[in-house]
């Protein structure tokens, strides 16, 4: 759990797209989709760590802003990965936004004996940073491999429904109008 936003960020649980992500994430790199890392930085595992929560928190907040209650509460409870930290958030929708209060078990990647696994969003730190500034919307993320939405039935598309209307293509105002006139 972290204790300073309430996220539980550490499970040790390994997601077989993963990989598929990071490399993706360097390819997008070295066509220049995504910023090259300043080299002169020295990013430890803790620093990952935070800039990962910072990019959870965002994510949340946009979701909770874009979508209206209907929306938000048909979404499933969902983990979000994002790779380079391993860093993992947890997604549980109520009516006044994402559950910050929620403890969630560790994600179950294969499916269980009654087959039941959970929805899991991969990107990487990278993406992620460009997907929530507005420079890379999240249907080309996910067409580049670097975000997948990995969920169990229809629960796929409502997760990247909703992110892909989080953050669509083309300009979108960091201003949310909440209220309807």
Known sequence: MCTICSLTIEFAVEHPQSLAVAV???????????????????????????????????????LEQVLSASRLMALPNFYVLMIESRTWGYFSPTRGGFDVKANPSPPRIEP??????????????AAAAE?????????????DGLAIVDAPGLYEEIVRSAFVSSYPMGAFSTLVCTEVA
């Open 24 to 62: 993706a994430t360097r390819q997008a790199i070295d066509r220049g989709l995504l910023p090259e890392p300043d080299p002169t930085i020295e990013i430890d595992m803790a620093r990952s760590r935070h800039d990962a929560v910072v990019q959870l928190t965002t994510m949340q907040q946009r």
């Open 112 to 125: 269980d004996e009654d087959g039941i696994r959970d929805g899991v969003v991969l990107m990487s730190q």
């Open 131 to 143: 997907i929530s500034s507005g420079r890379l919307p999240f249907e080309r993320a996910m067409a």
